[in-house]
């Protein structure tokens, strides 16, 4: 018997129940962000570096066809009419996927309207910080001309509304402004107040504008556009596809740094040379949405003791005056419910129960964790091939989207939609768009059932076996099968029936 894979996952424990026992033991503990693993998952965490290594078979296996396929682009379709009513503005707020959203209802709207849509404005996120444009994330060029036969599309104002700015309605009440659309209002809504202000003024600016188009009661046009728009029409600018070409590249191909450090992960074109590729290889994408605003919105119990909790409380009442609904349950009521962000080690440990072993390569999406890398330490520990956009490009490469929040998020979406297995930490709206764009491809998507992953958490005696079993039963129909869309429910999360025809 070979003794020395053994003695390895000996050897990483140790090394990982000291980096717990420091981080104990740290001065710096009292800070609002020390980290501490929870006692249950530490038994868990041996188990998993103990784990043998050899995946399960099937964990890399492509969707089979469901008997669904995208259906956008219709024959029936009407033709683009002549003459165009007027122009429709709309300023969009939220993160990258939210504006994401946004553009695919102002398509709608405008379609809606028989209106000629200015490039949407993409407002700069408190949160983030990032003034990104719409130009500096999609090619516009692009979108434009993907929809040339639906609406018309410019990227100014002429001339004779020139004047129709943000500046202009941020500094008083302006007639052409429409403040007042509710949200997921109806195409009649929209008809009946947006209209009349376009035959009066030639132009209309909507804002806000987030959630303004009801996922329901529209015709089917309208609802196969919206999807046209947001898995064909935008496409990310050049220089984010390639990119993201290169890291999905160095993914596949583990052993492109063979011959250099690795902290000199520079020049995209190591891997074009074809007599330089292995045999491509298979990766998995985790979205850990793990940020400090997530955190103190869960209101949920992270392991860091008192200051943790004090810390949390003073920035729910900084950002959101404390009007937080999770604020007034337990945490264990909290994580019954499934309301509770799962931490970087509670993904590890459920990515260990799913049979990814330590030789998975993986790619981690996520912008600021909270706690930062220590709180990532014991997922690198159960992963130790985890890879990410540091990790795999050089800051030259970097240089390009480096502290742009929207940039960043839009590589790790393109690298996500390449990669074999997608898994999200949490519900949100990188995990919404991701599920439904890789539902309408027919790719494997494991939905993480929060629910019951925070019910086995809770079971402070739970051996590795019982919870490999658990949760392995508990997600074999969560694992990227087409579920149809019920009222109220996004389009752009559940794309079929409306996008996509039962063959």
Known sequence: MNLYPNLRRE???????????LCKASPSSSSPESITIKPRHLSLLKSALQRPSG???????????????PCIDLEDSPSLPDKTEGYIQ?????GLNQQRMGICDAVAVAKILNATLL??????????????????IFDVDHFINALKDDIRVVKELPEEYSWSTREYYATAVRETRVKTAPVHASAQWYTDNVSPLLHSYGIAAISPFSHRLSFDHLPGEIQRLRCKVNFQALRFVPHITSLGDALVSRLRNPLWRSNKERKNVDHLGDMTNPHSRQEPGKFAVLHLRFDKDMAAHSA????????????????????????VLNSQFTDEEL??????????????????????DNNTRLYLASHKVYGGEARISALRQVFPRMEDKRSLASSEERAGIKGKASLLAALDYYVSMHSDVFISASPGNMHNALVGHRTFENLKT???NMALIGQVFLN?????????QALGEGHVNRQGQIRLRKPKQSIYTYPAPDCMCHV
């Open 11 to 21: 050897i990483l424990f140790l090394l990982f129940f000291f980096v717990v026992l």
């Open 55 to 69: 995946e399960q078979s099937d964990l890399w296996k492509p969707m089979t066809d469901q008997g669904w396929s």
């Open 90 to 94: 709309v300023f969009l707020d939220g």
């Open 119 to 136: 490039i949407p404005f993409l407002e700069v996120n408190p949160v983030w910080q990032d003034s990104s444009s719409f130009v500096d």
């Open 300 to 323: 949920c119990d992270f392991g860091g003791g008192k200051p943790e909790k004090l810390a949390l409380a003073k920035y729910r009442q900084m950002i959101w005056q404390g009007r």
């Open 335 to 356: 994580r019954s419910q499934g309301r509770c962000p799962l931490t970087p080690e509670e993904m590890g440990l459920l990515l260990a129960a799913f049979g990814f």
């Open 446 to 448: 494991i939905r993480p």
């Open 460 to 468: 402070k005696s739970i051996t590795w076996e019982d919870f490999q």
